[in-house]
């Protein structure tokens, strides 16, 4: 049953998560005097939580350089409130989908802010900082911009129960990071180190640890043991992300799974996420 968590995040993550790949967002967050790159993106993403500091940001984001957070939070809200980001970030979202996904007053996508808002409605915050942060944010009035909100709410729920997976785990931020990108179903090793900015000693450091577990070769290959914990893993997530899903009930989630696919596909197509910093290499 657990399974139909996996198979919901697979469909409609990239609904979300196209705002971190949106020219509309960094020519937005640059407006406001943000840095491109990661002072936007730390900024962007975490101004639901208000003006935190560098640790609060690092905490909850897990697998990026707490060091590389500290160049940029809490100096970006110096140069821009996060109400204001946020405000920055709606329009974005609401710029990119129009141009990705052309017709945004379809009856596909106003069935599917529906279902997905629903869904929402049954996760809770406890143990859950970044959802619940943005879980607290007003909801748009526009479906297209209710089901960006609502397939935000549910990532930032799964994401915050996969941190607890992870620390179950004994696996720190880089460490997970440099598993996960072994298996060559995230980033590319090389473009997860650079992109979450983590120094080749430290990679290297981590890499070492994990060979110590028996997690990884010499190769830097997943072992068996590293491709069971990962899944270990994911199991322990799905099942912390089920609340959603069983509120929804099954022919429900089956029609949002259809929908979000359908969506994904074409925003796909439409160059949402850079297809180069994937696979293996």
Avoid at 50 to 60: H, I, M
Avoid at 154 to 171: M, N, P
Wanted: charged share 25%; net charge negative; aromatic share 6%.
């Amino acid at each position: 049953m657990t399974e139909i968590a996996r198979r919901a995040k697979s469909a409609l993550e990239v609904i979300h998560s196209m705002i971190y790949f949106a020219p509309e967002a960094a020519d937005g967050f640059a407006e406001l005097g943000l840095e491109r790159g990661r002072m936007s993106y730390y900024a962007g993403r975490s101004a639901a939580m208000g003006p935190v500091g560098a640790g609060a940001v690092a905490a909850t984001f897990y697998n990026f350089n707490p060091e590389s957070v500290a160049k940029h939070i809490p100096r970006a809200w110096s140069i821009a409130s996060p109400s204001a980001v946020l405000d920055a970030r709606l329009r974005a979202a609401d710029a990119a989908l129009r141009r990705m996904l052309g017709e945004v007053d379809s009856p596909a996508i106003a069935e599917a802010a529906e279902l997905a808002r629903e869904a929402s409605r049954a996760c809770r915050p406890e143990g859950k900082p970044l959802y619940a942060a943005h879980a607290d944010l007003d909801w748009p009035d526009e479906p297209h911009l209710q089901l960006w909100h609502a397939t935000t709410l549910l990532r930032e729920f799964r994401g915050d129960a996969h941190i607890a997976a992870l620390q179950r785990a004994e696996l720190n931020g880089v460490q997970a990071l440099v598993l996960h990108s072994s298996t060559g179903e995230g980033f590319k090793p090389s473009a997860a180190r650079e992109l979450r900015e983590w120094s080749e000693s430290q990679w290297a450091e981590a890499e070492q640890e994990l060979r110590e577990r028996g997690l990884i070769g010499d190769d830097g290959g997943t072992s068996q043991a590293g491709l069971a914990l990962r899944e270990e893993i994911e199991a322990e997530t799905d099942a912390m992300s089920m609340a959603p899903w069983r509120a929804l009930g099954e022919s429900k989630v089956e029609a949002l799974i259809d929908r979000g696919r359908e969506l994904t596909r074409v925003l796909l197509k439409a160059g949402a996420v850079p297809r180069e910093l994937f696979g293996r290499g």
